[in-house]
């Protein structure tokens, strides 16, 4: 009798844990993948984005992020989330180059005039069309996180793009990014984020590109001590939420995480700002060499054959590029 109560209980509790657990009122619990540490603005934003869920579902939704690419780097997570073993995520928008066209619009170089221009865009015309897009890969998009800008940084100082001619310089997977940094000139070796370290340490790259916070992280800068600010992409990152997760959701608690989401990249954003100036201030100290670059013209006139490539025979894409530049 006690044994049968014992299963019976042990049964509710395995159920609970099934991802397709379809009854209303049971307790589902989430898995969330974070590439950066806990304490990076992007581990905090999805944390409280977790905790917000938890309270306005009753504890119904238990979300939990699994930070430091605990559950494997960005490409192995994606896949993970469409084949849904992952059930949320904050990614760069980079690595769906591929996957989902509109994401190469804010990828491309020397678009946004300013971190403000580049929200504009993926809070209204631009979010609209990746979000499109990525919900035909299994993908839903609830929010956007800041990245900053990337810049270049290297084991040799780098001042103008003849500097950079012939260095192999680490890229994020995506044919785009092959072909941005090809057209500066250098050599683009892609890899995921967590071996550019060792390919650092170990000389098979000569540098990468990233923003202040990653870059100050990472510990990139104790092997790469030059950092250029050529600020050449600001590509933004997504929250998102796997489809299997989200077609078994009642609209009220889509409405929850869709509000979650949001507080949670304000909050997010205003992290990022404050740990930008933290990080360089970091490295500044530790000894990095910062090259300021003032004029980028040089640099971003390189980049015609890119927009060429990526845009000039898809409407739908250099519309999009069109509608970015129009934005105030
Ligand atoms: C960081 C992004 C992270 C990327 C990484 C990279 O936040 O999602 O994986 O760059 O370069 O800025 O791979």
Same mark, same amino acid.
């Given at each position: 009798?006690?044994?049968?109560?014992?299963?019976?209980?042990?049964?509710?509790?395995?159920?609970?844990?099934?991802?397709?657990?379809?009854?209303?009122?049971?307790?589902?619990?989430?898995?969330?993948?974070?590439?950066?540490?806990?304490?990076?603005?992007?581990?905090?934003?999805?944390?409280?984005?977790?905790?917000?869920?938890?309270?306005?579902?009753?504890?119904?939704?238990?979300?939990?992020?699994?930070?430091?690419?605990?559950?494997?780097?960005?490409?192995?997570?994606?896949?993970?989330?469409?084949?849904?073993?992952?059930?949320?995520?904050?990614?760069?928008?980079?690595?769906?180059?591929?996957?989902?066209?509109?994401?190469?619009?804010?990828?491309?170089?020397?678009?946004? *005039?300013?971190?403000?221009?580049?929200? @504009?865009? +993926?809070?209204?015309? =631009?979010?609209? &069309?990746? %979000?499109?897009?990525?919900? /035909?890969?299994?993908?839903?998009?609830?929010?956007?996180?800041?990245?900053?800008?990337?810049?270049?940084?290297?084991?040799?100082?780098?001042?103008?793009?003849?500097?950079?001619?012939?260095?192999?310089?680490?890229?994020?997977?995506?044919?785009?990014?092959?072909?941005?940094?090809?057209?500066?000139?250098?050599?683009?070796?892609?890899?995921?984020?967590?071996?550019?370290?060792?390919?650092?340490?170990?000389?098979?790259?000569?540098?990468?590109?990233?923003?202040?916070?990653?870059?100050?992280?990472?510990?990139?800068?104790?092997?790469?001590?030059?950092?250029?600010?050529?600020?050449?992409?600001?590509?933004?990152?997504?929250?998102?939420?796997?489809?299997?997760?989200? *077609?078994?959701?009642?609209?009220?608690? @889509?409405? +929850?995480?869709?509000? =979650?989401?949001? &507080?949670? %990249?304000?909050?997010?954003? /205003?992290?990022?700002?404050?740990?930008?100036?933290?990080?360089?201030?970091?490295?500044?100290?530790?000894?990095?060499?910062?090259?300021?670059?003032?004029?980028?013209?040089?640099?971003?006139?390189?980049?015609?054959?890119?927009?060429?490539?990526?845009?000039?025979?898809?409407?739908?894409?250099?519309?999009?590029?069109?509608?970015?530049?129009?934005?105030?």
């Amino acid at each position: 009798m006690k044994l049968t109560r014992v299963l019976k209980a042990a049964a509710i509790a395995a159920a609970a844990l099934l991802p397709w657990a379809p009854t209303p009122g049971q307790a589902q619990e989430w898995r969330g993948w974070n590439i950066h540490a806990a304490d990076y603005p992007n581990g905090r934003g999805m944390d409280r984005f977790g905790e917000l869920v938890m309270q306005r579902t009753n504890n119904r939704i238990r979300m939990r992020t699994y930070h430091s690419a605990q559950l494997g780097q960005q490409d192995e997570a994606i896949q993970q989330m469409r084949l849904g073993s992952i059930d949320f995520a904050n990614f760069n928008l980079s690595p769906f180059n591929n996957l989902a066209p509109s994401t190469q619009v804010v990828t491309l170089p020397f678009l946004f *005039r300013n971190v403000e221009h580049m929200q @504009r865009a +993926i809070d209204g015309v =631009a979010g609209e &069309e990746i %979000a499109k897009d990525l919900e /035909q890969i299994g993908i839903i998009a609830l929010a956007w996180y800041d990245a900053g800008a990337r810049s270049l940084y290297t084991v040799r100082p780098v001042r103008t793009p003849a500097d950079v001619r012939g260095m192999k310089i680490r890229v994020q997977t995506s044919d785009l990014w092959i072909d941005l940094m090809r057209a500066m000139g250098a050599n683009p070796t892609p890899l995921p984020f967590g071996e550019v370290f060792t390919s650092l340490q170990s000389g098979v790259i000569d540098g990468a590109e990233n923003n202040w916070p990653s870059y100050e992280s990472t510990r990139h800068f104790e092997v790469a001590r030059f950092y250029t600010t050529t600020e050449h992409s600001n590509v933004p990152e997504v929250l998102a939420v796997g489809v299997q997760r989200w *077609r078994r959701l009642n609209e009220q608690e @889509r409405n +929850i995480l869709r509000d =979650a989401a949001r &507080e949670s %990249a304000a909050f997010q954003r /205003q992290l990022w700002a404050e740990r930008e100036q933290v990080s360089r201030r970091r490295v500044e100290a530790a000894g990095v060499t910062v090259i300021e670059i003032t004029d980028r013209s040089p640099w971003a006139q390189l980049m015609e054959p890119v927009y060429q490539k990526y845009t000039g025979n898809n409407p739908r894409l250099s519309g999009m590029v069109q509608r970015i530049r129009e934005l105030p």
